[in-house]
């Protein structure tokens, strides 16, 4: 079935480090990919998002990468900073006109001061 | 305003109350969600509303239902609700099902007893 998965539950870096979160995707159909952010007590912010047809995309400190051919993703964070402890999740896009988004596990990054 | 308010932030219910829960979202967005999140775990989606109109239910039990009054709110009903169902209840919205960029509420945290 389709499922979209997280290489580690948890990740801790030390603040000013980089961080690089893995998401492993196996619906090759999918053609939308989101990052979420859910820090406690709240409901996931997103942070960045990549069609299908691209392979990287930056914004603010953070860059995501995807590759296709062996189905990964990746949500890296430059210069982490002690605000970006949170849970992370990414999210397939199954149907761009349905509004379906299926989630993957989670990573939880710790940043250490 | 980029807020999505729900109401209330805690609710414990027993198994033969009927209680309801409430979002509300004054973006102008047409599309609102419904997802449950149990503990440690990602999102999982339960109804999607699109122009007021329910357009997705991922099979959701009965006991369950949502209603979408006007384009700023959304409810959900909770009837014979069993433990299993106590989670976080999130709502989203986003300005069309087709616009990926979802906003979400910080959730009701149900406990069934």
């Known amino acids: 079935g389709e499922s979209v998965g997280l290489h580690l539950p948890t990740l801790s870096v030390q603040e000013g480090d980089n961080s690089i979160i893995n998401c492993a995707y196996s619906n090759s159909a999918s053609d939308y990919f989101i990052w979420y952010k859910q820090e406690s007590g709240k409901g996931p912010q997103f942070i960045i998002d990549i069609r299908s047809n691209m392979d990287k995309r930056q914004g603010q400190r953070v860059t995501v990468l995807l590759n296709k051919t062996v189905k990964h993703l990746s949500l890296q964070i430059a210069a982490t900073q002690p605000g970006d402890s949170a849970v992370y999740f990414c999210a397939e896009i199954h149907n761009t006109n349905a509004g379906k988004s299926t989630f993957g596990d989670g990573t939880t990054l710790t940043v250490k001061p | 305003d980029t807020e999505v308010t729900q109401t209330p932030k805690h609710l414990v219910m027993g198994m033969t109350n009927k209680k309801s829960l409430k979002c509300e979202q004054h973006?102008?967005?047409?599309?609102m969600y419904w997802y449950k999140q149990k503990a440690k775990k990602p999102p999982e989606l339960m109804f999607v509303?699109?122009?007021?109109?329910?357009?997705i239910n991922e099979s959701v039990p009965s006991r369950f239902s949502p209603e979408c009054p006007n384009s700023s709110l959304l409810n959900l009903h909770l009837h014979a609700l069993q433990p299993e169902d106590s989670a976080l209840y999130l709502c989203?919205?986003?300005?069309?099902?087709?616009?990926?960029?979802?906003?979400f509420g910080p959730g009701t945290r149900l406990t069934v007893t």
């Open positions: 989203a919205s986003s300005q069309g099902v087709g616009s990926y960029e979802q906003y």
């Open positions: 973006m102008g967005h047409r599309a």
């Open positions: 509303y699109s122009y007021e109109k329910l357009s």
